[in-house]
């Protein structure tokens, strides 16, 4: 792990959260009102760092920063998701 590196995130880590540090993590929510065409709704996201981890490339090693986020939705239907993502460093 490299402590100075900072992610490309999309300022998806919570303040004071140290980028890379396995487990920091950031939540958020919203909701809609029920209107005369839509049902009321409400979604939530959490963000988690899951740490640093290597990928093979190309036959090449890179480091990257694995952050999942996990979010539920109600409305008119009711869901659940969860996706991975490695993000790159930002260059030095």
């Known amino acids: 792990m ?3 590196r900072q992610p490309r995130s999309l300022g998806l880590l919570a303040a004071g959260a140290h980028p890379g540090r ?8 919203c909701a809609r009102e029920e209107t ?5 709704a409400q979604d939530s996201l959490r963000f988690e760092v899951i740490g640093y981890e290597n ?4 036959a ?3 480091e990257t920063l694995h952050v999942r986020l996990t979010g539920t939705g109600t409305g008119g239907t009711e869901s659940t ?3 991975d993502t490695w993000l790159l460093p930002a260059p030095t």
Do not use: F, I, K, S
């Open 55 to 58: 990928l093979t490339v190309a």
């Open 81 to 83: 998701r969860t996706y």
């Open 60 to 62: 090449a090693a890179v």
């Open 22 to 29: 396995a487990r920091a993590e950031l939540t958020g929510a």
């Open 2 to 4: 490299v402590p100075d």
């Open 36 to 40: 005369g065409n839509a049902t009321a």
